[in-house]
């Protein structure tokens, strides 16, 4: 049976929140993106009345701020893994240094 070096697996953990951090960024750039392309044309928002671009402006403030938010809790989440990934390695090389009289 082959086994992974010691921190493989978490560094594969940290590459792919970094992916899904880097994503929800890009999903709310794109909404704002879209948001603020859409409040450009007059037209639109005169159509859309009152209560509607209240509720458009309220949305343009959240949803950016939701998505950052979730990035931020993936880039904390990627450092955690990163320190476990840090301490297998540590752990690994000292079980590699160990005696063959020692069993682990």
Known sequence: MEYKKA????REMVAARR???????LIGLVITIIFFLFSLN???MTT????S???FLILVK?????LVDKSDKE???EERAIRGA???????????DLDSDFEV
Request: no cysteine; hydrophobic share 35%.
């Open 62 to 66: 959240v949803i950016p701020n939701f």
């Open 86 to 96: 840090v301490a297998e390695e540590r752990v690994g090389e000292v079980l590699e």
């Open 19 to 25: 992916k899904k951090s880097i994503n929800y960024l």
């Open 7 to 10: 921190g493989q697996s978490t």
């Open 75 to 77: 880039t904390k989440k």
């Open 53 to 55: 671009v209240l509720i």
């Open 48 to 51: 859309l009345g009152g209560s």
């Open 42 to 44: 007059k037209d639109n």
